[in-house]
């Protein structure tokens, strides 16, 4: 069954870092997001991706966030300049088509651990 | 601003029992409602999503059912197994294409 693959699994950084989570999409899939869960909080909207733009943000993701689908078949999350309190668990999902909330596989996540 | 809330956070119950599990959102003019799992070191996986025109879905051991008016969702798992250990997600979307608002979750425990 086709799945949404997550690199690394986990990821440990020095504050001020620069991180690249990546993500591999379902492949014939079109819609693209990422959330995050804080340990012991609500997994949270990020950023959805549509098209090579992005649709919508959530308060979250300010100028240190930012997105990209370089060659295609990658998705990938970018903090430029992590803080202690990104340190939380990265979800990517995808979904084939415009009901994108009925049909949303998730990764497995990326640990991010900041310190 | 839509809040999705679960009670209780945590559930242990012995094998065979069946269980009901919680959840209630602010508003009440959802596009849908989703149960979700999650396993630890795994994503999130759909169990049932249930459109706002309907009041109940089911799949095998799972009923969720939904009652927009008093803004409150139930997932309902009958005869559990020590592998329906999990967290379970409850989440809500506003519209068709909209992101979806989760609750923090109720971590369930089956005694084997």
């Known amino acids: 069954e086709p799945e949404v693959t997550q690199t690394p699994s986990h990821q440990v950084t020095q504050m001020g870092q620069e991180v690249i989570l990546r993500c591999v999409p379902i492949?014939?899939?079109?819609?693209f997001y990422w959330y995050r869960q804080i340990l012991g909080q609500k997994v949270e909207f990020l950023v959805s991706?549509?098209?090579?733009?992005?649709?919508?943000k959530s308060e979250i993701f300010d100028d240190q966030f930012s997105v990209e689908r370089p060659d295609g078949s990658n998705f990938t999350l970018k903090i430029r300049s992590t803080k202690l309190e990104d340190s939380a668990m990265y979800f990517c999902?995808?979904?084939?088509?415009?009901?994108?909330?009925?049909?949303?596989?998730f990764g497995s996540g990326t640990q991010l651990s900041v310190l | 601003k839509q809040e999705v809330t679960q009670i209780p956070a945590a559930l242990s119950v012995p094998e065979g029992e069946n269980l009901v599990l919680n959840c209630s959102f602010t508003?009440?003019?959802?596009?849908?409602l989703q149960w979700f799992r999650q396993d630890p070191g795994k994503g999130l996986t759909s169990l049932l999503l249930?459109?706002?025109?309907?009041r109940e879905q089911t799949s095998g051991r799972l009923n969720a059912s939904l009652d927009k008016s008093s803004g409150r969702s139930t997932l309902y798992i009958a005869a559990s197994q020590p592998g329906d250990s999990a967290t379970y997600l409850c989440?809500?979307?506003?519209?068709?294409?909209?992101?979806?608002?989760f609750g923090k979750g109720t971590r369930l425990h089956i005694l084997p």
């Open positions: 999902a995808s979904s084939p088509d415009s009901a994108t909330n009925e049909k949303l596989f």
């Open positions: 492949s014939n899939h079109l819609y």
């Open positions: 991706f549509y098209n090579n733009e992005i649709s919508e």
């Open positions: 508003d009440s003019a959802i596009y849908n």
């Open positions: 249930i459109q706002s025109s309907q």
């Open positions: 989440a809500a979307a506003m519209n068709r294409d909209d992101k979806i608002i």
